[in-house]
């Protein structure tokens, strides 16, 4: 069954550093998202992304984040300077024409 | 931002027996629902899903019921079975492309 592959599983990084979470989307989904889930709390929608622009974005989802699809394969979240509270679980999906999101496992983001 | 909630955090039910996780919204805009399940440190798999034009769907031992008058919906199991002891998250979404909201999740721990 295809698969949503995110790298690394798991990244600890110093507070006010930029770090790049990667997930290789399902190759024939045509729409991508990343999630979070704060220790403890819901999965939270950060970004959608289709047709190689940010469809719609949630209020987390600040100047301190982007998206980008380099190279029609990969599709990354940067966060540019890390805080504390950046702290969580990032899942990234993605879905075809139907209706059936399919999550990776997860990258869990440390910071220190 | 309560618009999807899972009122239970965790529900115990024995091995054969037949276990419902309720979940309640109050977006109208709503119209495609979805659960999901979730083992730790992994991501959510989807599990079953309608569409506010039906009021029920089945799948194998999952069935899940809306009832759009009192934006409830349910997942029913049965037989539950000890495999199935995870998080469960009910998830909304209101038009095509967009972001999926998520409730809290309710934890179903299934005894043998």
């Known amino acids: 069954e295809p698969e949503v592959t995110q790298t690394p599983s798991h990244q600890v990084t110093q507070m006010g550093q930029e770090v790049i979470l990667r997930c290789v989307p399902i190759s024939n989904h045509l729409y991508f998202y990343w999630y979070r889930q704060i220790l403890g709390q819901k999965v939270e929608f950060l970004v959608s992304f289709y047709n190689n622009e940010i469809s719609e974005k949630s209020e987390i989802f600040d100047d301190q984040f982007s998206v980008e699809r380099p190279d029609g394969s990969n599709f990354t979240l940067k966060i540019r300077s890390t805080k504390l509270e950046d702290s969580a679980m990032y899942f990234c999906?993605?879905?075809?024409?139907?209706?059936?999101?399919?999550f990776g496992s997860g990258t869990r983001l440390t910071v220190v | 931002d309560q618009q999807v909630k899972q009122n239970s955090p965790s529900l115990s039910v024995q091995e054969g027996r037949i276990s419902i996780l309720n979940c309640d919204y109050t977006n109208s805009m709503f119209d495609y629902f979805l659960w999901y399940k979730k083992y730790p440190a992994e991501g959510p798999t989807f599990l079953i899903s309608i569409s506010s034009i039906k009021d029920k769907n089945e799948d194998g031992r999952f069935t899940v019921f809306l009832n759009k008058s009192a934006k409830h919906l349910s997942l029913h199991i049965v037989p539950s079975q000890p495999g199935d002891s995870a998080v469960y998250f009910c998830?909304?979404?209101?038009?095509?492309?967009?972001?999926?909201?998520f409730g809290g999740g309710t934890r179903l721990m299934v005894k043998p």
């Open positions: 999906a993605s879905r075809g024409q139907n209706y059936g999101y399919t």
């Open positions: 998830a909304a979404r209101a038009d095509a492309g967009n972001m999926l909201t």
